[in-house]
């Protein structure tokens, strides 16, 4: 199935300021305006953009009840959930506090939040690369990786105007 289009992105840096070294980021999770909205029930806070393979790093908080449409991963994705419960329609396991998951690339799935759980999910994702979301019979709906949540966390960055250095030293 062919991309029929793309929109351009990048990441807004010059190239001499692009940095490739160490770097450490401090999360607020109590802090809500640091929380970018991902549709009408989830939130994320990013740890890194990755602007060599589009992938990125970022803690994800989502409601009971919430589903993330079914997406493609191109690339490999591993996650640590810290609060909550949540698991794949596809699959027959639950994650709770603790649980690790590895997925290799090519994994194609819809993340659900049990309508009945006691409290938020709220789950560490290092994405290696972009996500194809798709419609059940798997025909293209969106695209997304590190360049576009870089670009939605601008504008929630721009809108609450908190400062964007922060997020300009998230990208390496």
């Known amino acids: 199935m062919p991309v029929s289009a793309f929109a351009s992105y990048d990441d807004g840096l010059a190239t001499s300021d692009r940095r490739r070294d160490h770097f450490i980021t401090d999360l607020d999770l109590d802090d809500d305006r640091l ?15 990755d602007v060599t393979t ?11 009840g919430t589903v993330v449409p079914k997406h493609y ?14 698991g794949y ?8 506090a603790g649980t690790f998951i590895f997925e290799p690339s090519g994994e194609s ?7 009945d ?11 290696s690369g972009g996500l194809v979301f798709t419609d059940d019979e798997g025909n293209f709906a969106a695209y997304e990786d590190g360049f576009t949540l ?5 504008e ?9 250095g922060r997020l300009d030293a998230l990208i390496r």
């Open 35 to 49: 929380w970018i909205p991902y549709g009408d029930t989830a939130w994320f806070q990013p740890c890194r953009f």
């Open 54 to 64: 589009g992938g990125f790093t970022a803690v994800l908080k989502a409601l009971p």
């Open 73 to 86: 991963h191109v690339s490999t994705v591993q996650g640590w959930t810290l609060q909550g419960s949540w």
């Open 89 to 96: 329609r596809e699959h027959d396991w639950l994650a709770g």
């Open 109 to 115: 799935h819809t993340l659900v939040v049990p309508e």
């Open 117 to 127: 759980a006691d409290e938020p999910a709220i789950i560490l994702f290092i994405v």
């Open 150 to 154: 870089l670009e939605l966390a601008r």
């Open 156 to 164: 929630h960055y721009g809108s609450k105007g908190l400062d964007l």
